[in-house]
């Protein structure tokens, strides 16, 4: 019965960590879009920075999950 219990538990642990990355990439993908677009038009310091800081927000999210 104990077994069957730790058994689950991982199971459970293993289904909220596939959600969570699936979401997380998910966010990340739509906030990468919508993201460079906005700093394509609004502002006029390049899109290098915009890069920089995408690539930094993605850094964190996979360091994260």
Do not use: D
């Amino acid at each position: 019965m104990q077994s069957f219990a730790l058994i689950s538990k991982q199971k459970i642990h293993l289904i909220i960590t596939l959600v969570k990355r699936f979401l997380g990439k998910i966010f990340i993908k739509y906030f990468f879009e919508h993201f460079y677009v906005f700093c394509e038009k609004n502002f006029s310091f390049g899109n290098e920075l915009c890069l920089f800081f995408m690539l930094f927000v993605n850094f964190i999210y996979y360091r994260l999950f």
